[in-house]
């Protein structure tokens, strides 16, 4: 794992959360936030150099799949599983400290597939595609659906129906094969292919519907727009080459099925993970080709003939923009737009390799973040990973054994990048803190519910400076203390208790202190010497930070207390 150079030390604790609040009316909150101080660790996940992670959730518990984010910060998760009967999972953080807060769900369909599309989110089940109206300010939308597109397949392989949309009022849905090869036996050795293959009448490929007409029908409204992919994932349009782009799951079992043919080793490799652009009336030959990165052009199936080396009908076929080493399951794509990162990241594509389990018994590959450097709608230079160590294994045999399995990506509105995993649930939220990190402060409102604390905090800057002068190295930049030393100002009774104790521990100081059934052996020594205007303005600071949202401390308070006003 990647850690950040000494030398970026004095950056990050720059870049400590700073958080300005006020009331716009009764319950509207306004943060405006810088980016988080990263986990140590980076969550335990390694990044390249001056970028940093926060883990946003430690687990939804579930499987989360795709991931999107608001403008205005506020996170949605589709669900593999549900969560308390919900199949979709919004998150909230409250006070900008980076970690999630709130969380509440509903939708009671589950699978991949959702985006953010003028004023909705839309979701998809295996067989249609609704929408959600979000409202200002709240968490929640409107929990009752739109019916957009129903009647799709209802099929067991490759059953989800991911989408995107364009700039001209379109959504793509993405309907995947039902089959691994169209075989007359499914997935049985040496058995031909159907010819032609009925599954792509309505499967094996991408429909255009129009994103904001009700009660659409597959097979009776909208049109096909490509043909012949196998299943897909991910997808996004990409605005700035004005085109739509894809990632195909290659065929499976070409060993197994035709052992004759295809050695274990050539099997664990081929075909490619095929990234796609995707124009309409594009062909791209599923079942009857595949794409071998080694010879660099479309092979003829052994389905329909093939033997690992003729092109056949194969030949003329749309080939990928870039090919990938096969099973590593890209399960997302998403075109850079922000400016938070550097300059080679900008309109780039992350692509998420989840991880298959088709290179048995070789060991399995994936588990990690792609890059791809893009120039005039095509790859301008090598692909190269981003984000690794997901699994926490050195050799995954088994994909059950990985620890995290990366799934869904997201681009927040400050161009920070989010990434969900499908085993535990955890969202990261990926940032770069190098010199010429183009960071952006980011304005997020919203509406409290009637059920959570109302935040009334103020421009406290000189708060978090007596903070980072007088406390950061005992209780550190998170609040988190040192274990057995120092202790937490997070999640501590103690700093929403009695105003009087709080500011007592501040001019008298404190010999040892228990929090939450912990013991911590420092002393603290009085500091009396700041101003009651310090004293109020960093007390108000802790108050207000670190997970905490309790009220304001005023230097009449505190001095009050002292008994005389000014520094002593």
């Known amino acids: 794992m990647k850690i950040l150079k000494a030398s970026?030390?004095?950056?990050?604790?720059?870049?400590?959360?700073?958080?300005?609040?006020?009331?716009?009316?009764?319950?509207?909150?306004?943060i405006t936030q810088v980016l988080p101080q990263p986990d140590s660790n980076n969550g335990d996940i390694s990044l390249p150099e001056n970028f940093g992670a926060i883990v946003v959730d430690e687990g939804l518990g579930k499987q989360a799949r795709h991931i999107k984010v608001n403008d205005n910060g506020d996170i949605y998760v589709k669900m593999l599983t549900k969560v308390d009967g919900n199949g979709v999972m919004a998150l909230r953080d409250t006070n900008g400290d980076g970690k999630a807060n709130i969380k509440k769900g509903f939708g009671d369909f589950i699978g991949t597939g959702m985006d953010i599309y003028n004023g909705y989110l839309y979701a998809s089940s295996t067989v249609a595609v609704y929408r959600f109206a979000l409202t200002k300010n709240e968490l929640l939308p409107n929990t009752k659906p739109e019916l957009v597109i129903s009647g799709f397949p209802e099929q067991n392989d490759h059953s989800s129906k991911p989408f995107t949309f364009d700039d001209k009022g379109n959504i793509y849905v993405t309907v995947g094969s039902p089959s691994n090869a169209c075989q007359t036996e499914v997935r049985s050795p040496g058995k031909k292919g159907f010819d032609p293959?009925?599954?792509?009448?309505?499967?094996?490929?991408?429909?255009?519907?129009?994103a904001d007409k009700l009660n659409q029908v597959h097979g009776k409204d909208g049109k096909r727009y490509a043909s012949g992919i196998r299943n897909v994932m991910g997808l996004d349009w990409n605005f700035k080459a004005n085109s739509l782009y894809v990632m195909q799951h290659g065929r499976d079992q070409l060993h197994q099925l035709w052992p004759d043919?295809?050695?274990?080793?050539?099997?664990?490799?081929?075909?490619?993970?095929?990234?796609?652009?995707?124009?309409?009336?594009?062909?791209?030959?599923?079942?009857?080709?595949?794409?071998?990165?080694?010879?660099k052009k479309k092979i003829l199936a052994p389905e329909y003939g093939g033997d690992s080396e003729k092109q056949g009908r194969c030949e003329g076929v749309k080939a990928p923009i870039m090919a990938f080493p096969g099973h590593l399951a890209p399960n997302d794509l998403l075109f850079y737009a922000g400016d938070q990162f550097p300059k080679k990241y900008k309109n780039g594509a992350f692509i998420v390799f989840h991880g298959s389990w088709n290179r048995s018994p070789l060991p399995q590959k994936g588990y990690f973040v792609a890059f791809v450097p893009m120039k005039d709608g095509k790859p301008s230079g090598e692909w190269e990973i981003f984000a690794d160590n997901f699994a926490g294994l050195e050799e995954v045999k088994n994909p059950g054994d990985a620890i995290n399995r990366p799934m869904g990506l997201a681009e927040g509105p400050d161009g920070s990048l989010y990434i969900t995993s499908s085993v535990t649930g955890k969202i990261w939220r990926v940032m770069y803190y190098g010199e010429n990190s183009n960071i952006k402060q980011t304005v997020i409102s919203y509406q409290d519910d009637a059920n959570?604390?109302?935040?009334?905090?103020?421009?406290?800057?000189?708060g978090k400076k007596v903070y980072d002068t007088y406390c950061l190295a005992c209780h550190q930049a998170d609040g988190k203390g040192v274990i057995g030393l120092n202790p937490p100002l997070t999640d501590a009774d103690w700093i929403g208790g009695d105003k009087n104790k709080l500011i007592g521990v501040i001019l008298n100081g404190l010999a040892g202190a228990e929090v939450n059934g912990e013991k911590y052996r420092n002393v603290m020594a009085s500091h009396k010497f700041l101003s009651d205007e310090d004293i109020a303005d960093v007390l108000t600071y802790v108050r207000s930070n670190f997970g905490n949202d309790y009220g304001k401390i005023t230097a009449s308070e505190v001095k009050e207390l002292r008994g005389t006003s000014g520094k002593e």
């Not at 050539?266 to 010879?295: H, R």
């Not at 959570?452 to 000189?462: F, G, L, M, R, V």
């Open 197 to 210: 293959c009925p599954h792509r009448d309505l499967q094996a490929g991408i429909w255009q519907f129009k």
């Open 452 to 462: 959570e604390k109302s935040s009334k905090t103020i421009d406290n800057s000189n």
């Open 261 to 295: 043919l295809y050695t274990k080793e050539q099997s664990a490799e081929l075909p490619a993970e095929e990234f796609l652009q995707v124009n309409e009336g594009d062909d791209f030959g599923w079942p009857y080709c595949y794409y071998d990165q080694f010879k």
């Open 8 to 30: 970026r030390i004095l950056v990050l604790s720059i870049l400590v959360l700073v958080i300005s609040c006020k009331e716009e009316t009764k319950n509207t909150k306004e």
